[in-house]
Structures are given as structure tokens and as C-alpha cells.
Nanobody, 115 residues
Framework: QVQLVESGGGLVQPGGSLRLSCVAS????????MGWYRQAPGKEREMVAR???????VYTNSVKGRFIISRDNAKNTVYLQMNSLKPEDTAVYYC?????????WGQGTQVTVSS
């Protein structure tokens, strides 16, 4: 079983920054991909950023140039540096991991951007 624990969410003013972390633990044979999704109230969950394989990175258009995803393989940790935050970034952010044909999800961390 794989467990994902996110941290780093909170309340921030527009234009501010936050850094999310997600640590994976448990029986992990290989990681095909790790990434971040988010779900705002009344909306569907959407992909924010994802690292596929060793070097392929994709971002949703609305965060390009503002968010940076990175991964520490030795620590089984993925990060999301969020800069120039906007009120529309407000959502619950979920970490996801793909391994051996299965997808695992964290419990989510709330990010609120408001003045």
C-alpha cells in the first residue's frame, strides 16, 4: 500500500507564494509519475502539474510561468512551488502518484488566496 501526505497549504494574499510538499511512503516498486491536481468548490478536479517519467513535465495553461513542480527521488517527495497566486487558484490541492498501473491520492491540502 502507498500513502501520500501533503503539506504546505494555507491562506495567502493575492500575489503571494506557497510551497506544497507531498511525501510518498509504503511499498513503492517504481514511480511512473507524480503530480498535483486541484478541485475548487463546484468544479471538477483538474490537473495542475505532473512529472512523467524522469524528465517530462506538463502544466495546465493557467499556471504556466507561475508554478514549478519538482521531485526529490531519494525522498519520494514531489513539490509544487506556487508564485503570483491568484484568487482563482483557491482549491483543495491533491498529490497523485502512478505506479505499476495503479493511481494513489493524498488527502488534499487547502489553498486559499484571498485578501
Amino acid at each position: 500500500q502507498v500513502q501520500l501526505v501533503e503539506s504546505g497549504g494555507g491562506l495567502v494574499q493575492p500575489g503571494g507564494s506557497l510551497r506544497l510538499s507531498c511525501v510518498a511512503s509504503g511499498t513503492i516498486f517504481s514511480i511512473n509519475s507524480m503530480g498535483w491536481y486541484r478541485q475548487a468548490p463546484g468544479k471538477e478536479r483538474e490537473m495542475v502539474a505532473r512529472i512523467i517519467g524522469a524528465v517530462s513535465i506538463v502544466y495546465t495553461n493557467s499556471v504556466k510561468g507561475r508554478f514549478i513542480i519538482s521531485r526529490d527521488n531519494a525522498k519520494n517527495t514531489v513539490y509544487l512551488q506556487m508564485n503570483s497566486l491568484k484568487p482563482e487558484d483557491t482549491a483543495v490541492y491533491y498529490c497523485a502518484l502512478w505506479s505499476g498501473g495503479s493511481t494513489y491520492w493524498g488527502q488534499g491540502t487547502q489553498v486559499t488566496v484571498s485578501s
